[in-house]
């Protein structure tokens, strides 16, 4: 992306801002493939603001495997248990979405014709042997462990293990579509498991469709069953809202995400930790009723985190604590580098961009203070990176973010938010 959007800044605190944020991409996605699993109608109700391409891809997905699904203003209509996977030939784009990718082609493998999944010269680049492999194991057979795949079903049900140290979509894949394989299925994480709670947040959404999971020690056990079709509102989204909570605890001030929850507990959206985090850093955060008020009056400080867990995150805690009056050490990220940019690398080359000192390593990152100047900050076509930065161009005068369009991602009316909050 050679698109350049020089960013307006600011450079005052926030004077009681509210902020609304698109629906949550990880639970639309789940809640997509479990209404095209559930046999009757489901209703998904998105809400005014645009998801973003990645709930377009797994719509598009799921019309290529045969499903009928209507989407009309902000509610998509899914008639499921109506699939057409079998049939020879069919192409899934992925696009750029990693949840699509790894969560279509779970499902492609439940039908017995051959069908291929694709996606961007990018997504072709990112882990997908430890599900392609996986899938193998439970019968299906595949040309090759990376995109594009063409592979063929049906697989069974059984116990199948998968390595969690790349991305955790790998065992949300195999969990989703274990309800239908005869017996179920019995998944063993091995290794590290990065962004848990987004595995936690597969087991809420599949109790939620009736589904019995649980673990066993180092196990999860998804039943066999029934996916009951559901209506329901889906919330607005963690992971975006920590952008307009981050320009709070850059400028100054206050500002108030209106629809979104974002307190920390099991089976939530896993990125809430960063509100932990950013409070630590020297924010106020209240929770009130489907909404989060970030505020900050004195200075900022640095942080020593491991956010393995809430790793999307980590490019904006990044971006504020440059602003903060001592170093910030975050770890647990290095499965960030095969990500939509190598994370770590594109963070830190930014940070320094703007005349700061950030210094990369293999699994971490560490950020020092120092003055910041404007510059460009090459997104390298990643959404997380132009938001972040995109968010510390209010404060530093100059900046301007090559490849801003990659936002339509994830958040489409982003730069509107942007405008919103300088008004």
């Known amino acids: 992306m050679d698109d350049l959007r020089p960013i307006t800044p600011l450079r005052r605190p926030l004077a009681d801002k509210r902020v609304a944020v698109p629906p949550s991409k990880s639970v639309a996605n789940r809640e997509l493939i479990l209404s095209a699993l559930a046999k009757g109608r489901s209703r998904l109700e998105l809400g005014p603001m645009d998801p973003g391409d990645d709930v377009r891809a797994m719509v598009g997905a799921l019309g290529a495997l045969g499903y009928r699904v209507d989407w009309d203003g902000g509610e998509i209509t899914v008639h499921g248990g109506s699939s057409l996977s079998g049939r020879a030939g069919a192409v899934v784009d992925a696009h750029d979405a990693g949840t699509v990718a790894r969560f279509a082609t779970a499902l492609a493998a439940l039908g017995s014709g051959f069908v291929t999944i694709t996606g961007s010269p990018r997504l072709r680049e990112r882990p997908m042997a430890p599900l392609i492999r996986a899938l193998r194991s439970l019968g299906a057979t595949a040309d090759r462990d990376e995109l594009p795949v063409t592979l063929t079903g049906p697989i069974h049900g059984g116990e199948v293990e998968i390595a969690g140290n790349e991305s955790s979509q790998f065992a949300s894949a195999l969990l989703l579509v274990a309800p239908r394989l005869a017996g179920g299925l019995r998944v063993r994480i091995t290794g590290a498991l990065v962004s848990e709670p987004f595995v936690d947040l597969t087991l809420a959404t599949l109790r939620g469709r009736g589904v019995s999971v649980g673990r066993e020690g180092g196990v999860i056990v998804a039943r066999e069953g029934r996916v009951r079709p559901r209506d329901l509102h889906i919330p607005g989204d963690v992971t975006a ?64 985190a491991n956010v393995r867990d809430c790793s999307d995150v980590f490019p904006t805690l990044a971006a504020i604590a440059t602003q903060a009056s001592d170093p910030t050490e975050l770890t647990g990220i290095g499965h960030t580098r095969k990500q939509e940019s190598d994370r770590v690398r594109t963070v830190a080359a930014a940070i320094n961009a703007l005349g700061g000192r950030a210094m990369p390593f293999a699994d971490a990152i560490r950020v020092e203070p120092a003055p910041l100047h404007g510059g460009v900050v090459d997104a390298a076509g990643d959404h997380r990176i132009a938001m972040a930065f995109s968010v510390l161009g209010l404060q530093v005068p100059g900046v301007a973010i090559k490849g801003a369009s990659a936002v339509t991602k994830t958040f489409p009316d982003f730069y509107a938010m942007l405008a919103e909050l300088s008004r």
């Open 241 to 304: 809202a920590t952008y307009p909570a981050a320009a709070g605890a850059v400028l100054g001030g206050n500002v108030t995400i209106a629809n979104v929850d974002a307190r920390l507990r099991e089976g939530a959206q896993g990125d809430a930790r960063f509100f932990e985090l950013v409070a630590a850093m020297g924010c106020n955060v209240s929770h009130g009723s489907g909404a989060v008020c970030v505020r900050r009056i004195g200075e900022l400080h640095g942080v020593r």
